[in-house]
């Protein structure tokens, strides 16, 4: 069992910065590929950023590509979402969360979730 925990979150001014960090427990960390989720009430839970378990491979939403960037330590289980030039439509609850190796958009696919993340971007 795996257990996520994310921290970070926050109220910023748009064109302002965050970064959110993802600290793993449980399970072998530096196996597993991680991505970043995001929701906002009443919608589908949407894609950001995915980072596969060695590092080596990234992908992103177009939304975000640009101005967010993922980033894992594997010496410290964690995975972090640096995320520049927010704007109001960057506003929702963050989610990371993990499957083995190999990076995928889809979120069905992921096979643990951590708690989420608020992050409120005025305008």
């Known amino acids: 069992q795996v257990q996520l925990v994310e921290s970070g979150g926050g109220l910023v001014q748009a064109g302002g910065s965050l970064r959110l960090s993802c600290t793993a427990s449980g399970g072998t960390f530096s196996r597993y590929a991680l991505g970043w989720f995001r929701q906002t009430p009443g919608k589908e839970r949407e894609f950001v950023a995915a980072i596969n378990w060695i590092g080596g491979s990234t992908k992103y939403a177009d939304s975000v590509k640009d101005r967010f960037t993922i980033s894992r330590d594997n010496a410290k289980n964690t995975v972090y979402l640096q995320m520049n030039s927010l704007k109001p439509e960057d506003t929702a609850v963050y989610y990371c969360?993990?499957?083995?190796?190999?990076?995928?958009?889809?979120?069905?696919?992921?096979?643990?979730w951590g708690q989420g993340t608020q992050v409120t971007v005025s305008s």
């Open positions: 969360a993990s499957r083995g190796f190999a990076l995928t958009t889809m979120k069905d696919r992921y096979d643990y």
